[in-house]
DNA sequence: CTCATTTCTAACCAGTCGTTTAGAAACAAC
DNA sequence: GTTGTTTCTAAACGACTGGTTAGAAATGAG
């Protein structure tokens, strides 16, 4: 029984989760966020809260993007072949037609982690924490699918770890040429 | 013929790679620099010019810090074992008491090539480039003498290249178990 | 239409950012 | 001791930060 309002929350989170993939967290300011979204402040902070809320938000539209690619690597029967999928399909995701942006989750961890005023982060790397035990668990699943035993298994689970994040940096500042080297050799060893 | 300062720019550059190692560009600001270097805004701003002044200085005592290093790769003779000591080597500048700070360049080059605001840290971007540029010939170097032909010791280097910075970010969020299962595989393959 | 409720605009908050500057303090040459 | 030069302290600069708020505008219910 009152005025409603112009906006649906799912657009208007559409457009920061873009902005926070190109700019980093702390890097996009609340001005940039109201020009971005195409509301202004005081809706901002009615619908989300905080900076904070909005990015939480974000997140989880920026893992609803990543899931089809996930479940695709989930219902595969491929083995490791179905993880190097998995790698080059992530890849693409990272980039769109301006440049490479990474991957956010792994952009926002190494932003906030080294940060000291932990507490407040602790929600949003705790999201990042979880999804990136949840994809180790997917390596192992496949690698045993594939024959390996459970130790090498979550040894190369522990490499492929750090290999798929460093996709998402390296994207930003190598060539696609270098980066297709890096996952040859990266599943020539596994 | 007038007053003498009373610090030595070395020493405070010191304290300030420190610093900016810790806490990343932009998070590192002028009163922090002020308060840990021990002289205030003025003295900062006539020895070093401005921020980024500061900064490109600490780049270059981060660089001294690493040079016995680079110097121990560049003189060895054992090909690729060389390199992969000269990772672990790296690995423990990272490391200090409190926790693992990464690498300074690689930590740099992360935050700074994502800003849109280029012009201003090309400077800083190029010294970085220009250390990755010498990095992978020294990798070709010791890929060629252990009997690699350039095609494959090229494509090697990438995935070294890629792998090292993989290093950085991973000491800083992952366990020493999980990095060395990475740098075990990473040299098994190659 | 009236009225209560919600969303909107736009100004404003205190705090911090990198940078500058006026003036006091210290020093070397005379 | 005076003078000229440099370094120091401390306050201030405008621009920006995340966040708040008073009041106008819009809406649905009676």
Redesign the interface.
């Known amino acids: 029984m009152a005025r409603k309002k112009n906006y649906e929350d799912n657009d208007v989170i559409e457009k920061a989760t873009e902005l926070f993939w ?3 967290y ?2 996009t300011s609340m001005s940039l966020l109201e020009s971005t979204m195409g509301i202004n402040k005081f809706s901002i902070y009615s619908s989300f809260g905080s900076k904070q809320g909005v990015f939480l938000r974000s997140l989880r539209c920026y893992r609803n993007k990543l899931s089809p690619v996930v479940i695709k690597l989930k219902h595969s029967n491929d083995g490791r072949a179905a993880i190097k999928q998995y790698f080059y399909d992530c890849l693409a995701t990272y980039t769109d037609a301006i440049c490479s ?2 991957c956010l989750m792994t952009n926002t ?2 932003e906030l ?3 000291v005023n932990g507490e407040t982060n602790a929600e949003i790397l705790n999201e990042i924490e979880s999804f990136v035990h949840y994809q180790k668990q997917l390596f192992i699943e496949k690698l045993l699918a594939d024959g390996e035993d459970i130790i090498s298994a979550t ?2 689970a ?2 492929l ?3 798929k ?3 998402s ?2 994207s ?3 060539s696609l ?3 297709n ?2 996952i ?3 599943f ?3």
């Open positions: 190109r700019n980093g702390e890097n942006k990474g961890r190494a982690s080294s940060h040894k190369k522990n490499y770890i750090i290999a994040q460093a996709i940096g390296a930003k500042v190598h040429h270098e980066i080297d890096f040859d050799i990266t020539s060893s596994i």
